[in-house]
Nanobody, 115 residues
């Protein structure tokens, strides 16, 4: 199993920045994929950004150029730097890890962007 602990959400004005952190209970080298999803109010959960095999990354088109995913291997932590935030980025953000073909989720952290 993998436990994921998220932090860093909050309330920010449009144009502002936030950084989310996700600490994993296992070495991220042993995790197949790890990243961030979000669920806006009344909508389905969607991919934001993730690491796949090696250091490859996937980003949702809506966040490209504004969000950056990074990681600290020594701390088993993945970060999501969110810049130029928009009201439509408002959502609960979830950390995800795929470990031995099974999905693990963090508890979620609320990000609210005011206009």
């Amino acid at each position: 199993q993998v436990q994921l602990v998220e932090s860093g959400g909050g309330l920010v004005q449009a144009g502002g920045s936030l950084r989310l952190s996700c600490a994993a209970s296992k070495s991220i080298f042993s995790i197949n994929a790890m990243g961030w999803y979000r669920q806006p109010p009344g909508k389905q959960r969607e991919l934001v950004a993730r690491f796949t095999s090696g250091s490859n990354t996937d980003y949702a088109d809506s966040v490209k150029g504004r969000f950056t995913i990074s990681r600290d291997n020594a701390e088993n932590t993945v970060y999501l730097q969110m810049n130029s935030l928009k009201p439509e980025d408002t959502a609960v953000y979830y950390c995800n890890a795929v470990y031995y073909s099974r999905d693990y989720w963090g508890q979620g952290t609320q990000v609210t962007v005011s206009s």
